[in-house]
């Protein structure tokens, strides 16, 4: 079936057990934004960064990705150092950050419960992942924030999986002139266990920034 492109709804309930389980989260934590987590960013941009989805005391309490919990902290020093942030941290929803020609989204849009979804939960997200892959300029980049993005910007364009493998600092063309690049999640576990560094990270968003000139 073909994938079409649909604004994001901030009242999707599509996935009936992420939707179960955002109704639990915020039955324990009131205070949680625990909703579907909306991109954030320019809204023409020429880098469109996806992640896996938001994470329990992350995104899903503040209602912005990356923002709030451990997962952010080298993408938003690696942004502002190669000036796609106008801060270098991000600590809450209202913190005044900003992108520049910059937005970050997920491949799900809900917390999943143990931060696994379902194969099918991805697809059903597809058509918002479609619309934000669409809105990016020509010649954009999208870097794949791990294996799950990386199919997942796939399946949005409805290219085989097994057309492109991921990897890190991998890169491959797309349709209409955008490029991808691979890198490894910049989860707290493949920070500390230093499966990505800091080096590593910055030469994915080095390589990004050249593209995009």
Known sequence: MTTKA???DQK????????????EVKGQNPEYYAAPVPAFGDDDPALLIVGLAPGMH????????FTGDDSGAMLYET???????????SVSGDDGLQLINCRIT??????????????????????????????????GVVVALGAIAHS?????????????????GN???????????????CS??????????????QAIFARAKEKIA
Not at 79 to 89: D, I, M, N, Q, V
Not at 111 to 135: G, I, M
């Open 79 to 89: 942004l502002y150092h190669y000036g796609f942030s106008s801060a270098a941290e």
């Open 188 to 201: 707290r576990y493949n920070t500390q266990t230093k499966r990505l560094t800091e080096w590593m990270f």
């Open 106 to 139: 997920n491949a799900v849009k809900c917390l999943p419960p143990q931060n696994k979804p379902a194969t099918e939960e991805v697809k059903l997200c597809s058509p918002f992942l479609l619309a934000e892959l669409q809105a990016l300029k020509k010649g």
């Open 58 to 65: 992350g995104a899903n309490a503040t209602g912005r990705p």
């Open 6 to 8: 649909c604004v994001f």
């Open 12 to 23: 999707c309930r599509r996935c009936p057990r992420l939707a179960s389980f955002l109704d």
């Open 171 to 185: 890169e491959f063309e797309l349709p209409g002139g955008l490029v991808m690049i691979d890198s490894y999640h």
């Open 152 to 168: 997942a910007i796939l399946r949005a364009l409805e290219i085989k999986l097994a057309a492109h493998k991921f990897g890190h």
